[in-house]
């Protein structure tokens, strides 16, 4: 493997299969995914498995029901048609093989009887008691020892928000009222009375999908994207029972479903070309039993659904066509009945949702038109009765206008149609389709979804509490209790005796990237785009209180010090100052931003905090006495970046406990502001540093004070992080930082707590779409550090309590907020798993420390103090450990590291002054162990890409006759002399001829004795006037251009880190 090797990605079904035995420990490679220490040149590591969903227990159990009195069946009957219709027999067997096991909290019948081998991997839960419903509450015992099987640095321990665009399901209801709903790539199972969660993780991707089986046992949820999975889960004890890899690798499942008898999942494809699969889940088969492609014109089927009679029939619809499945032993079958609008001469709409008919052989299609569309087995009375079968005869008999409002949800439940509309109500149906009753005060948004309680009511002999129904003989509207979502994200139970609705959750409808933690209390305030700001108890995972800011949307939230205040940053760049208890308004709001405000920051001292916006620009308000009062006044502001402002932080002053206030951009500048020197309207600049020549700084914290030098530390895209000087903003230290996919996109330091060992501090971070922690002092060692996907969608802002126990990630456009509850523990056994001293660095090295590259660098590190003692010196050698600093750079470039000069000098100021604060004395010369920290902090992180090269060329070059990106060789040397870091014309004259082949590196040994003569003759006649990127590399440089893998995107694919020419 290359030194510079790309970090490797686990293997899926390796990770994954990994990840679910039945009892596991906290964290999984695709799902909370444990990444582990994967530096860049680190081998592929396994992983430890399972989600906090595999922890054994069981978190709620059920009670047998074959003992509840059963629903009676209503009489069969069809709803008349503008067509004549006869029907089809079911098929027997059909009939048969859809019987509903009698013993439903059992697996199916078939996994327990006949299919023994399909369990090998399973362990089930014992048969559980016929006894009251009831939630199994974890005594402090048994949670201390599930923490003591915890390995992850951190674990999911409360979601706050849902996906409002996905369904919620009732589990349990009566007494204990438990739901089932999805937050980003977690199933949550809620116990709201016991005020619980409990995560389904084992997904790597935001769940896209799920459904329950009737008997609430079992629970299947699906994601899209790359290594997307299906997961069928035992909802009593949430352990992941099954898992298909690969089920729709193009781009995962759209829709989902589970059969009446829990033993067959269908799932549809979210690709363009979709694929309809039927799988038996209970078998070990990792393919589906079948399988069929739609075509695009059938539009995106978004919805499915088996036939609760037979589970060999199923429908799906999309917004503008239905389709009709039928499977056997020949495979799966579809077809497509037409429905337009001159069908019946009326406006269809856009379909929602379907369902087969309880009673006969009809189907029933909700549309946004507020109609229903009845589907029947049509047959033309000249064709044979054995011909017209499903679902090749299925046609639209009838389109019934039942409401104005569109029609969003269409369900069965028992003897009834249930269907929900945008404006929040929801209506019963019998099956003719007459309107037996309808709840219209509930004043909700759009209904997504809703479930009915699993129990059927009990019988009494008073049911005066019931709602009556609106038919003639206005008898009591007995039904199941159930559970309402809708599209505006609120969460609500009906109680059908005494009709009483109580709202369960109420979150976000929008976007939430606002969060801030109480500096001194368990609070977090939490902001989204829809105006809507929550106080919670996040001890108690309780909520406190709220307000709404109409038409206004809350894009950065800050407590000051001493928590006094709340400041509320909005996307229209108004500021609000709130009150932290009452959230009322401390002084009329500024707006002083021309865009929305993205970060606020307050000074030590709760005197002054500051704004960045959208706009480039800080902006300073302070806290002044006027009229006898205090109050907040707008300082000044100034346009200080001319890219987006990353972060801005207040610190102190350390000889005068004043506060400082720096604002680091995009623009690779670091600004500091002289707030002594401000006055009103006239924000003034201390001074602006650039701190990186080609990376792009991304965030930005004060380092703790191990030493008494005061640093401050960056993150960069290359994934470095660096330490300045607090004062001169000279860079002291450049370290590898963890490298988990993406760039860190915010760090934060975690306070210190009392117990913790002053030299050892913690810092949290986000990336991507993780959240990770990292031991400080930073040295570059990988081991250090952990991240696990948060939001696989994104993750917007990072948060942290005051005590340091727990971290908080929003997920911006997912509308969730996570806490996670840090082991730090762990992460200290993962340093000590990972070696002391040199090991961890060792092994970064292209074959560790036996391999042949550390004895090359070994063998350069003698050669160097030859050089450096002169290579034609006759006196007796001097051979040490160490080697000068001047010789640092030509190790690097030996060993296929080329530094640019700036580089060089940071290399070298990092090992000069190392001692300087300790001893006041210069370092000269550098080690081996040291010069190995030294190449390993420095070089790249990925190596060279080919991509940088193009791309490279696409800004500097031009698009040639036949297309091509070239350079002129004319414009090329050119750029070399007067651009960047600039070459003089012998400096470029020697590079070219020794990579042309003229002057082989090795002949000179000595520096000043080159002979440029000629080069200009070879130069010309070696290089092309057009020079593409694939002749600069191949030719040029002398770099074999790799094969592009085929699996990933583009070309961003690795070159060697050695260039050929040179070893010739």
């Known amino acids: 493997m290359p030194t510079n090797s790309p970090l490797p990605s686990p293997h899926p079904a390796r ?91 059992e697996m199916p019948a078939d996994m327990l009887a006949g299919e023994a081998e399909s369990t090998d991997n399973m362990e089930m839960e014992p048969q559980l008691p016929a006894d009251k419903l009831s939630v199994d509450v974890a005594t402090p015992e048994r949670q201390e020892n599930e923490l003591s099987l915890t390995v992850s640095s951190h674990s999911l321990s409360w979601a706050f928000g849902y996906n409002s665009s996905l369904p919620v399901y009732s589990l349990l209801d009566e007494e204990q009222r438990v739901i089932l709903y999805v937050s980003s790539h977690s199933a949550v199972i809620h116990d709201v009375h016991g005020n619980r969660q409990y995560h389904l993780q084992g997904h790597s991707n935001s769940i896209s999908c799920l459904c329950i089986s009737e008997d609430r046992r079992w629970v299947a949820t699906a994601d899209q994207g790359p290594d997307n999975l299906i997961i069928v889960w035992d909802a009593f004890s949430g352990i992941p029972v099954h898992t298909i890899f690969g089920s729709h690798p193009e781009d995962g499942v759209g829709a989902i479903a589970i059969s009446q008898d829990a033993k067959y999942l269908v799932t549809v494809g979210a690709s363009k070309i979709q694929r309809v699969c039927i799988w038996k889940w209970t078998s070990p088969e990792d393919k589906p039993m079948f399988s069929i492609e739609l075509p695009p014109a059938f539009g995106y089927q978004s919805y499915i659904v088996f036939n609760p009679k037979n589970h060999k029939e199923l429908v799906s619809n999309s917004k503008t066509q239905v389709l009709f499945y039928m499977w056997d032993t020949s495979g799966l079958h579809y077809s497509a009945p037409p429905l337009t609008d001159r069908t019946f001469d009326k406006t269809v709409g856009l379909f929602s949702q379907s369902v087969f008919h309880f009673s006969n052989l009809q189907a029933l299609t909700a549309t946004s038109g507020g109609k229903l569309v009845v589907w029947d087995i049509v047959c033309s009375p000249s064709r044979p009765a054995s011909l017209c079968v499903k679902p090749h005869n299925m046609k639209a008999i009838k389109l019934m206008y039942v409401q104005k409002d569109a029609l969003t949800v269409l369900t069965a439940s028992d003897s009834y149609f249930v269907t929900c509309d945008v404006k929040g109500h929801v209506k019963f149906y019998d099956g003719q389709l007459q309107l037996v009753n309808w709840y219209s005060h509930f004043k909700l948004g759009p209904i997504q979804s809703i479930s009915f309680s699993k129990s059927p009511p009990r019988p009494s002999s008073n049911n005066s509490n019931y709602s009556s129904s609106c038919t003639i003989n206005s008898q009591p509207f007995i039904i199941r209790n159930f559970i309402l979502s809708t599209r505006d994200a609120t969460v609500l139970h009906f109680t059908a005796k005494g009709s009483k609705l109580d709202k369960l959750m109420e979150e976000a409808k929008e976007a939430v990237n606002a969060i801030a933690c109480h500096p001194s209390q368990p609070l977090i305030a939490i902001g989204s785009h829809c105006g809507l700001l929550k106080v919670w108890d996040y001890m108690q995972t309780k909520y406190l209180y709220s307000r709404i800011f109409m038409e206004a949307s809350i894009q950065c939230l800050a407590y000051d010090p001493k928590g006094t205040f709340l400041v509320a940053g909005f996307t229209d760049g108004s500021v609000y100052i709130l009150d932290s208890i009452s959230l009322e308004d401390d002084c009329k709001e500024f707006k002083y931003s021309r865009g929305p405000v993205t970060h606020i920051s307050f000074s030590h001292d709760s005197q002054y905090f500051a704004t960045a916006d959208e706009k480039y620009s800080v902006t300073v308000y302070r806290r002044i006495l006027k009229n006898g009062e205090r109050t907040w006044e707008h300082l000044a502001g100034v346009h200080s970046h001319y890219k987006a402002i990353r972060n801005i932080i207040f610190g102190v002053d350390l000889d005068s406990d004043q506060p400082r206030l720096l604002s680091l951009g995009e623009d690779r500048l670091l600004v500091e502001y002289d707030l002594g020197s401000s006055s009103k309207d006239n924000l003034a600049i201390l001074r602006r540093d650039r701190i990186e020549q080609s990376a792009v700084p991304l965030c930005l914290a004060w380092y703790p004070p191990f030493t008494p030098e005061a640093f401050i530390l960056t993150a960069n895209n290359k994934y470095k992080m660096k330490l300045y000087n607090a004062t001169t903003k000279m860079c002291r230290k450049s370290l590898l930082g963890p490298t988990y996919g993406s760039p860190l996109e915010k760090i934060q330091i975690l306070p210190a707590t009392n117990s913790q060992d002053p030299q050892k501090r913690y810092l949290a971070y986000i990336t991507k779409d993780k959240v990770g922690l990292q031991i400080l002092p930073i040295d570059g060692n990988p081991h250090k550090s952990l991240a696990f996907i948060c939001h696989p969608g994104g993750v917007s802002n990072l948060a942290s309590s005051y005590d340091g126990c727990h971290v908080f990630t929003a997920g911006g456009n997912d509308r969730i907020v996570m806490k996670w509850e840090l082991n730090i523990n762990a992460l200290e056994a993962t340093v000590s798993l990972g070696g002391e001293d040199l090991i961890p660095f060792y092994n970064l090295l292209d074959g560790g420390r036996d391999g042949e590259f550390f004895r090359e660098l070994e063998d350069y590190f003698y050669y160097a103090q030859l050089r450096s003692q002169g290579i034609d010196a006759m006196e007796t050698r001097q051979v040490s450990t160490h080697i000068p600093l001047e010789e640092v750079p030509f190790v690097m470039r030996a060993m296929g590291f080329y530094p640019s000069e700036e580089k060089i000098e940071d290399m070298i100021n990092e090992v000069k002054f190392s001692e300087y604060v300790d001893t006041g004395k210069q370092v000269t010369n550098i080690n081996l162990g040291d010069f190995i920290k030294l190449y390993i902090n420095h070089r790249p992180a990925f190596g060279l890409s080919m991509k940088e090269i193009q791309n490279a060329f696409q800004v500097l070059g031009y698009s040639s006759k036949n297309g091509e990106i070239v350079i002129n060789r004319g414009d090329l040397l050119e750029q070399l002399q007067c651009r960047g870091e600039h070459m003089t014309e012998e400096e470029l004259a020697e590079c070219l001829t020794t990579l042309l082949g003229r002057n082989p590196e090795g002949e000179i040994s000595e520096q000043g004795t080159y002979d440029p003569s000629g080069a200009a003759a070879l130069i010309e006649e070696e290089i092309p006037e057009e020079i593409t990127a694939e002749i600069f590399t191949a030719d040029i440089l002398g770099l074999p251009i790799p094969e592009p893998d085929n699996t990933e995107t583009g070309k961003n694919y690795e070159l060697p880190n050695r260039i050929g020419s040179a070893e010739s």
């Not at 009489?75 to 008349?80: D, K, S, Y």
């Open 15 to 105: 990770s994954a299969a990994i990840a679910f035995p039945s009892l596991s420990l906290t964290a999984c490679c695709t799902g909370s995914s444990y990444y582990g220490n994967r530096p860049p040149i680190q081998t592929e590591q396994g992983c430890w498995a399972g989600a906090e969903a595999a922890a054994p227990g069981s978190f709620w159990k059920m009670a047998d029901d074959s003992n509840e009195n059963p629903v009676e069946e209503p009489a069969e009957g069809n709803i008349e048609g503008n067509e004549a219709s006869e029907k089809t027999p079911q098929d027997e067997q059909g009939t048969q093989e859809t019987e509903i096991p009698k013993q439903v909290t």
